[in-house]
């Protein structure tokens, strides 16, 4: 008898490793999907805002006309 219970034993620890180990790669799954989908996020609204930038460059002349930072310094 005392080996079919370090056989169960052994089993039942097998299981739980297992079962926490799949947990954990699914929970890092979840987290890398969430991780990736922010940086198509951040790269949609970063290709939106250079887009803006350079047609406000093209229509108002207004970053061409701006004083430069070395100006505006105090001394």
Sequence with gaps: MLQY??????????????????TELRERRKAEKRSKEKIAELSRQLVELSQALEDAKKN?????????????KRG
Excluded: I
């Design 5 to 22: 219970s370090k056989l169960l034993r052994s089993r039942d620890e097998w299981k739980t490793k297992a079962v926490q180990r799949a």
């Design 60 to 72: 108002t002349g207004y970053l061409s006309q701006r004083p430069s930072l070395t100006s505006l």
